[in-house]
């Protein structure tokens, strides 16, 4: 698969230090595209080490939260821990305790980059037809309601494994805001406000109208301060006892009962909650540009970002800026390729074999990058050097997720996204936090018509394929020039592909390159953010063939921040998505 560790990157980039360096010295001096704005320019091999404090994240009060982690002398993981317990219960719409993650790890001292894979499990009971009932597949929402759709839960166990190779404070000093914040109660912010308004679907199981119903009847809103006793109970056992306790006691039996109940009771048991294990992999990295990027590794969909950067580079369209219809145009038709490929092959490795090394074969890529400008409709699948052409890809992928970046004194950096799924996950509740509904990421149907296999098929113990691609960017020496990623569904890789092009290739601010309208092009269509794209820039997509609709999928959350030099000397340029409620601080 080619995971590589900085110091394999080492070797990978001393052939291209010379180019890398005489590339950063002329990039003050180059054309810029018109329409981008001038930024300075991202760390190059004569910057400084790049060292926080810096925490972006969906809400404020996690963030805080991070930084007060930071503050007291603890690690980027350290701070990770603590904000994903206050994004569980501040922000449970998106991710929680009872969900999954995909952690990328800096470690500045040996120059190493881990992936952690908290992505959950299949029960031991999971069969292909899963989601089948009377010879059919379920309709989505069915399934998502369902207690079929949990699977065994990873986040914990994933924090606690970099916790154990990384952290710097007790595990125990993490859970206090989180315990407090429950405890005392949160202010809901308008965003959570509006899920919890919804009239039906997850927001209006049982569960949730127990949480978020007032005595009198009336459903919390905006303003209002919300408690869960039950939440901080939960962490402060966690705190005490550790992960163990989560996956082997109360909680896990609470959590295989909240799944037993109807409708459609699920499999999950407390065997399958206390035999879930998270992987540390390899990085999955490629050079880009003067840059390196490195991505997880299958089941996430990292390749597919990385995929879509190497035909970026082979289409001279994408230079053309923010401005541009051709850039947006040339981008759109290169998400198609890409998602081709991507619902095509990637999947569990430890179930199917993900041809990786050739998706990003150069000549591979350069083939695939040659079809963009004459496609007229949906791609199709290539066959990658390595690849079984399996079935057709029915998965359908909710939206429910978050991201955060930390950065801490010692230059370590953590890039996490996290998710229960869909919003408020499978609706289900125990312990106080939202169960996921994460099995649906899986493809409904295992098999086409003349009985090919799907390569995201449910199988017993399996991992969901999944969309989350957390990224970490180095400079070709191997040291940190910055983090990104986004929530979105299927549309992560297009959120994070977009950001990554605006910064790297346009040279925007993080803040602008952030705020730029959003396209996506899985299948036929293109979803945009069209109150974003100009009228001008309408026009020239149109008569290109890109005809913008409004985008269905869920909105981008991008957080992250680069190394950059200022008027003040180098520092973070950070930002935090307008579209949702996160912020990004230096202190």
């Known amino acids: 698969m080619n995971l590589l560790s900085t110091r394999s990157l080492r070797s990978l980039t001393a052939v291209a230090a010379a180019t890398a360096l005489a590339l950063a010295g002329c990039a003050g001096g180059a054309e810029r595209p018109a329409g981008a704005t001038p930024a300075a ?16 994240a969906a809400n404020p009060l996690a963030v805080e939260a991070g930084l007060k982690v930071l503050r007291e002398g603890g690690s980027a993981v350290d701070a990770a821990v603590a904000i994903q317990a206050v994004l569980g219960l501040v922000e449970p719409q998106s991710s929680g305790l009872g969900g999954g993650a ?38 989505v929402g069915e399934a998502i309601l369902s207690g079929r759709s949990t699977g065994a839960p990873g986040a914990v166990a994933m924090l606690a494994m970099a916790h154990r190779a990384h952290g710097r404070l007790p595990w125990n000093a993490l859970f206090g805001d989180a315990e407090r914040l429950a405890r005392d109660g949160f202010t809901i912010s308008p965003r959570l406000a509006g899920f919890i308004a919804a009239t039906r679907g997850q927001a209006r199981t049982r569960w949730a109208d127990a949480w978020f119903t007032k005595a009198d009847g009336t459903r919390y809103v905006a303003g209002d301060v919300l408690k869960n006793p039950a939440y901080a109970e939960t962490v402060a056992e966690l705190a005490a006892g550790g992960a163990e306790v989560f996956y082997n006691g109360r909680i896990a039996r609470e959590i295989a009962a909240t799944v037993a109940q109807e409708p459609r009771p699920g499999a999950l048991t407390a065997e399958d909650i206390a035999g879930y294990r998270p992987i540390e992999r390899g990085a999955l990295c490629r050079p880009y540009r003067i840059y390196v990027v490195c991505v997880p590794p299958p089941p996430s969909s990292g390749v597919a970002v990385l995929q879509l950067l190497a035909m970026a580079e082979r289409t001279p369209d994408i230079e053309a800026g923010p401005d541009s219809a051709d850039a947006w145009a040339a981008f759109a038709q290169l998400q198609r390729l890409m998602y081709a490929d991507r619902d095509r092959y990637v999947g569990d490795p430890g ?56 950065v801490d004194a010692w230059g370590d950096a953590v890039s996490m ?51 989350m691609s957390p990224v970490i960017i180095l400079d070709r020496s191997g040291r940190l ?14 959120y994070n592909a977009r950001a990554l092009i605006a910064i790297l290739d346009w040279g925007l601010p993080v803040q602008a390159a952030f705020d730029l309208p959003n396209l996506v092009a899985r ?17 020239g997509l149109a008569a290109r063939g890109v005809a913008l609709s409004p985008n269905s999928s869920e909105n981008s959350g991008l957080h992250g921040a680069i190394w950059r030099q200022g008027p003040d000397g180098w520092g973070w340029d950070g930002g935090a998505d307008d579209r949702r409620e996160g912020v990004a601080r230096t202190h």
């Open 481 to 494: 020039v910055g983090a990104v990623g986004s929530p979105g569904g299927p549309s992560i890789l297009a």
């Open 102 to 139: 995909f952690m990328m790890m800096f470690d500045a001292a040996t120059g190493e980059i881990t992936s952690y894979d908290g992505r959950e499990t299949a029960p031991a009971a999971a069969t292909p037809e899963l989601f089948y009932e009377n010879g059919r597949p379920l309709g």
């Open 351 to 406: 179930f199917v074999g993900v041809p990786v090394q050739g998706l990003l074969d150069p000549d591979y890529v350069a083939a695939r990058a040659a079809l963009a400008p004459a496609l007229t409709g949906a791609a199709e699948p290539g066959l990658p050097p390595g690849g079984v052409f399996t079935g057709a890809d029915a998965t359908r992928e909710p939206a429910g997720t978050s991201h955060l970046v930390v």
């Open 41 to 56: 320019a991202p760390a190059a091999v004569q910057a400084p080490p790049a060292r926080g404090p810096f925490v972006a």
């Open 523 to 539: 299948g036929d269509g293109f979803g945009a953010d069209t109150d974003r794209f100009s009228e001008d820039l309408r026009a």
């Open 417 to 467: 996204t996290t998710t229960v799924e869909s919003v408020f996950g499978s609706g289900r509740m125990a312990a106080g936090f939202f169960l996921n509904n994460q099995l649906t990421d899986f493809s409904f149907t295992p098999v086409r018509p003349d009985g090919a296999p799907a390569a995201n098929a449910v199988a017993a113990g399996k991992r969901p394929r999944s969309s």
